[in-house]
């Protein structure tokens, strides 16, 4: 009869070293994928006004309130672009503070979408 107690453990596998270079050509491929398959599609659906706050948003990885209000051209709609990212997933908010959401897509509004 078996031990309940003993527990029979299975042997983790060896993970082989990858090179930087190549973690670099990979993640690069994968952006390309996403900023094609996904990122484009998803600012193809934003209006003007969501794209111009997105834009604010790709210099630092977080944003007070006032410092994106003090760039927006209509500082009183702050909080309707703000909630439409939000329903959207595209950013993150906490206590007047906001950040994009969306991995790399900082990368591809400057990439891309810059005017």
Avoid: H
């Avoid at 604010?56 to 309130?65: A, N, P, S, V």
């Avoid at 994106?68 to 909080?79: C, H, R, V």
Wanted: hydrophobic residues 35%; charged residues 30%; proline residues 4%.
């Amino acid at each position: 009869m078996q031990n309940p107690f003993t527990t029979t453990f299975s042997k983790i596998p060896d993970y082989t070293y990858i090179p930087t270079s190549q973690t670099e050509d990979i993640i690069d491929s994968l952006k390309t994928e996403l900023f094609a398959y996904s990122y484009e599609k998803i600012w193809e659906e934003l209006t003007e006004a969501d794209r111009e706050m997105a834009r604010l948003l790709t210099d630092k990885e977080e944003y007070k309130r006032s410092e994106i209000t003090a760039l927006m051209d209509k500082p009183g709609n702050y909080s309707v672009y703000r909630d439409r990212l939000l329903r959207c997933g595209i950013i993150n908010a906490r206590q007047a503070y906001i950040s994009l959401a969306l991995p790399f897509f900082n990368d591809y509004i400057k990439e891309y979408c810059s005017l």
